[in-house]
């Protein structure tokens, strides 16, 4: 299935590329595709953006890409704006998942399709495709490294460890959530790995809007309590940011830079790229953005020119209201020993830009 999309993707641009830039004199105008991405506090939504606003205009299409700031209402504002300028298709990295069912009904009234991009838009039925990553398996990637790291499976422990989610209103979270806990929960239950406060329920230990700054408050309450007099092992953090919030408390709490508790992540942004070549977080987990922004590309032109896009899930999401028809890519955990070879070899990062 990866196969027959890739050669379709490469197809697809091969063709359109035939057209040069819209912007040029006699290039074809596909009409106006809308990018609506919740931030750009977040290194990898910059990413995103640019990487489709690229390769739509290399399929001829122009874009309107708008960044709403953690704002839902400001989100709903510029879908809106997309659907009155005439949009062919929207792309939609949401930024809470069930409040856009009012503004994407009014999309469908349009005849506009809807691809959800990498947090499943809930509660409605018009929305066409869901390009993502495989949510759970990040999870199960960083729980796995948990208990490698710490050789539970080997004789190691038994290991305090403290667990963070992120927010309750991105159904993404659940997902790395549950993967993580699917395999933390035995060693838990065994008592090889405790939960000293106690906050175990996703509710308890969710971040509202990835935000380093709330998981840091709380990673700061937790040391001032749960452990004034004991040291935390481990942390799982579901996203870098978050993980960077952590760090910093953790170091504000007297632990030395280099005797941090065992920490993971996700995204691989370059600043905690530093932190894993410099040995502070152990390990984040790699979404290459690239690919991912092709498969929207290649969902929204297959729809806009009659044809079916490629998908290889059909059952794994169901948004309460219908099963989506997705396309999931394979994520990649990074620690300080595969760095090199899967962001710079890869040509993600230069190596000047993690040693910068």
Same mark, same amino acid.
């Given at each position: 299935m990866t196969r027959r999309w890739t050669a379709g993707l490469a197809l697809v641009l091969a063709l359109a590329g035939c057209g040069g830039d819209p912007a040029d004199v006699g290039a074809p105008?596909?009409?106006?595709?809308?990018?609506?991405?919740?931030?750009? !506090?977040?290194?990898?939504?910059? !990413?995103?953006?640019?990487?489709?606003?690229?390769?739509?205009?290399?399929?001829?299409?122009?874009?309107?890409?708008?960044?709403?700031?953690?704002?839902?209402?400001?989100?709903?504002?510029?879908?809106?704006?997309?659907?009155?300028?005439?949009?062919?298709?929207?792309?939609? !990295?949401?930024?809470?998942? $069930?409040?856009?069912?009012?503004?994407?009904?009014?999309?469908?009234?349009?005849?506009?399709?809807?691809?959800?991009?990498?947090?499943?838009?809930?509660?409605?039925?018009?929305?066409?495709? +869901?390009?993502?990553?495989? #949510?759970?398996?990040?999870?199960?990637?960083?729980?796995?490294?948990?208990?490698? $790291?710490?050789?539970? !499976?080997?004789?190691?422990?038994?290991?305090?460890?403290?667990?963070?989610?992120?927010?309750?209103?991105? #159904?993404?979270? $659940?997902?790395?959530?549950?993967?993580?806990?699917?395999?933390?929960?035995? +060693?838990?239950?065994?008592?090889?790995?405790?939960?000293?406060?106690?906050?175990?329920?996703?509710?308890?230990?969710?971040?509202?809007?990835?935000?380093?700054?709330?998981?840091?408050?709380?990673?700061?309450?937790?040391?001032?309590? $749960?452990?004034?007099?004991?040291?935390?092992?481990?942390?799982l953090s579901p996203y870098d940011g978050i993980t960077r919030g952590i760090i910093e408390a953790l170091r504000e709490g007297g632990y030395a830079a280099n005797a941090l508790p065992v920490l993971t992540g996700q995204d691989a942004e370059i600043d905690s790229v530093k932190l894993i070549a410099g040995g502070q977080q152990g390990q984040t987990v790699y979404k290459d953005t690239r690919e991912l922004a092709k498969v929207a590309v290649q969902m929204v032109n297959s729809l806009v020119t009659g044809g079916d896009p490629i998908v290889n899930d059909t059952k794994q999401y169901n948004n309460g209201v219908k099963d989506v028809p997705t396309f999931l890519l394979q994520p990649v955990t990074v620690t300080k020993d595969n760095y090199q070879r899967v962001l710079v070899d890869g040509g993600y990062y230069t190596a000047a830009q993690i040693s910068g």
């Open positions: 105008d596909r009409g106006l595709v809308g990018l609506a991405m919740p931030t750009k !506090g977040s290194d990898r939504w910059i !990413g995103d953006g640019e990487n489709m606003n690229a390769q739509f205009s290399l399929l001829g299409y122009r874009t309107s890409l708008q960044y709403a700031d953690d704002d839902t209402g400001v989100q709903i504002s510029q879908i809106q704006q997309m659907i009155d300028d005439g949009a062919k298709a929207l792309v939609v !990295g949401a930024i809470d998942g $069930t409040k856009l069912k009012d503004v994407l009904g009014k999309a469908a009234a349009a005849k506009i399709p809807v691809i959800s991009y990498d947090r499943l838009i809930r509660d409605t039925p018009d929305i066409a495709y +869901y390009a993502t990553f495989d #949510n759970f398996k990040v999870g199960v990637m960083q729980g796995t490294y948990i208990v490698e $790291t710490l050789r539970l !499976g080997r004789g190691g422990g038994p290991a305090n460890i403290e667990l963070f989610a992120g927010s309750a209103d991105d #159904n993404n979270a $659940t997902f790395f959530f549950n993967g993580a806990m699917s395999v933390l929960t035995p +060693y838990i239950r065994s008592g090889a790995l405790t939960v000293r406060s106690g906050e175990t329920a996703f509710a308890e230990v969710a971040t509202q809007r990835w935000d380093g700054k709330v998981a840091k408050e709380r990673m700061a309450r937790l040391l001032r309590t $749960t452990y004034a007099n004991q040291r935390v092992n481990a942390i």
